[in-house]
């Protein structure tokens, strides 16, 4: 390619490159695959706006060309204020991070205003997190898997619009009293190996319909003291090899319709279970129960009783689905009520 054809091209990639039209940056594609000079151009000048073309079709992948995913995060960028404006303008509803060369795009991605779902994996997020996460306004999903966050921040009570939150494979140590203040939020799972800390706040949840914690190892669930009236909570999964007992904070779940309570160390069950009066499906599976309240029986829309390995079975998977067959069993092996 000849100098004069050289300088023409590039002054033609520096048009469509920045139009930001998704067929103009297709046609400089095109035009950079045919000379490693003009690639090495772009790549020198423009390879933040190549990050942010990333950026802007992530929602679309299969309409990422390899060649702009493979330089999106190769080093880190300053962002310029029209480039920034141009970040909050991109239609990105969807989003995962998970690798930390990545943690240098973080300041730029709190910058999606019209993002709807955001996932992090294998993150160290605590400073961006904290620093940024109430920028999301419009966040409705937010998933956070290892990534080592010992805490929330405050901010996130201000996400108004979130409706499920999962936290897994953390080392969350409490939630924070803010977030009483997610009021749409209708998903919460916890899943790590440390003692988590459950605010008395979470009884403003009034929308909270799936309720998820699992501890393993060690770990313990510290329930809050108050009584809370969550009348949405029809689901409840609760797994934790250190729990004794069922807490009193499922008495509070009046509307609950399935509640688990497996893989525990439960030798009683408390009588008051049977004034959850909705309850349609009961898992104490894995649990050493010699025995269950004759208070059950009063569950008259329980269609699923789950007593697999428990010490009332001699086989190693009993699951009830019949209300005959399962108030002959509850008949069978009731004990005085406790508690």
């Not at 996932?119 to 940024?132: C, D, G, I």
């Not at 190996?193 to 669930?221: D, F, V």
């Not at 399935?258 to 160390?265: E, F, G, H, K, T």
């Amino acid at each position: 390619m000849k100098l004069e054809e050289y300088n023409n091209a590039q002054n033609h990639l520096r048009i469509l490159i920045e139009s930001w039209e998704k067929r103009n940056i297709d046609l400089a594609l095109e035009l950079m695959s045919t000379e490693a000079k003009l690639q090495a151009f772009i790549y020198s000048r423009y390879l933040p706006f190549l990050k942010l073309f990333g950026l802007k079709y992530l929602n679309q992948l299969v309409e990422i060309p390899n060649l702009l995913y493979k330089f999106r995060f190769s080093r880190g960028i300053e962002y310029n204020p029209t480039q920034l404006n141009i970040i909050e303008s991109i239609p990105i509803n969807r989003l995962m991070l998970s690798s930390q060369q990545q943690l240098r795009e973080i300041s730029a991605i709190f910058r999606l205003k019209k993002l709807k779902e955001l996932t992090f994996v294998n993150l160290p997020l605590w400073k961006q997190l904290a620093s940024n996460i109430n920028n999301l306004e419009q966040l409705e999903e937010l998933y956070i898997i290892r990534t080592g966050l010992t805490k929330l921040p405050e901010s996130i009570g201000q996400l108004k619009k979130l409706r499920k939150l999962h936290l897994k494979q953390n080392q969350i140590n409490s939630l924070p009293n803010s977030f009483g203040q997610l009021n749409q939020l209708e998903e919460l799972i916890i899943s790590q190996h440390q003692t988590i800390s459950i605010p008395a706040s979470i009884g403003h949840l009034k929308k909270l319909e799936h309720l998820s914690i699992y501890i393993w190892g060690n770990g313990q669930i510290l329930f809050p003291d108050l009584a809370c009236t969550l009348l949405a909570i029809t689901t409840f999964h609760l797994r934790c090899p250190q729990l004794k007992e069922i807490p009193l904070f499922v008495y509070s779940l009046k509307n609950l319709k399935r509640l688990v309570v497996s893989r525990s160390q439960l030798t009683k069950v408390p009588s008051w279970l049977g004034q959850l009066s909705q309850l349609e499906s009961l898992d104490l599976s894995h649990n050493p129960l010699p025995s269950l309240p004759p208070s059950l029986q009063e569950l008259k829309h329980l269609t699923e009783l789950n007593v697999t390995r428990t010490k009332m079975n001699k086989s190693s998977d009993i699951i009830l689905q019949d209300k005959q067959q399962i108030h002959y069993f509850l008949q069978k092996h009731s004990s005085p009520d406790i508690g």
